[in-house]
């Protein structure tokens, strides 16, 4: 399929907005493709999205819960943390799920990558399958409140559909791995 290569944004200055150890928020002044004067906001992540997806061999995996500060609500989502843009993903990958489930996986599969808010942010998340699975003790970080629950995936793939699930890492992990189990590849 071809797409045009050109940027059709002409960018006619930018300020710094705001900056953390997390994201950066950077305004830019612009000209937009119809040739417009416009205005565009853009969250720069310092940080990878790493998901995991636990799944053991009788099928069942691993849901995190977690009061949500930004949603103001409660979520159910799959062991999920940062990882430094200059490290191995997957390494990122082991800690996390290591530190919220207390899991170690013998196999990894990375299995989809994401732009996960693309109109306004920067943010990739990698999303892996973890399997062979060991339990071990879990060591989340002081920010984190979290209750863990092993339930089966199609328990899991029915909360999706029923939008009980909401987090889009979550999601799309799950629906990945319900094709990849449809089309006999796990």
Request: proline share 5%.
């Amino acid at each position: 399929m071809h797409h045009p290569e050109d940027n059709p944004w002409q960018i006619t200055s930018e300020r710094n907005v705001y900056d953390n150890p997390w994201i950066n928020i950077t305004e830019y002044q612009v000209i937009n493709p119809s040739g417009n004067p416009g205005i565009y906001g853009k969250i720069h992540y310092k940080n990878f999205a790493i998901g995991v997806f636990p799944l053991d061999s009788e099928l069942n995996t691993y849901l995190v819960g977690q009061y949500r500060f930004v949603l103001g609500q409660y979520s159910w989502e799959m062991p999920e943390g940062g990882g430094l843009l200059g490290a191995e993903p997957l390494e990122s990958a082991k800690r996390e799920l290591l530190e919220e489930t207390g899991l170690k996986a013998g196999s990894w599969t990375e299995i989809q990558r994401l732009h996960l808010s693309n109109s306004v942010s920067d943010e990739l998340s990698i999303i892996y399958l973890a399997r062979e699975l060991e339990q071990f003790e879990s060591d989340p970080e002081d920010t984190e409140q979290l209750i863990v629950h092993k339930l089966p995936f199609e328990k899991v793939y029915q909360m999706v559909c029923n939008d009980q699930i909401t987090d889009a890492m979550t999601v799309a992990a799950v629906y990945k791995v319900r094709l990849l189990l449809a089309e006999g590849r796990l």
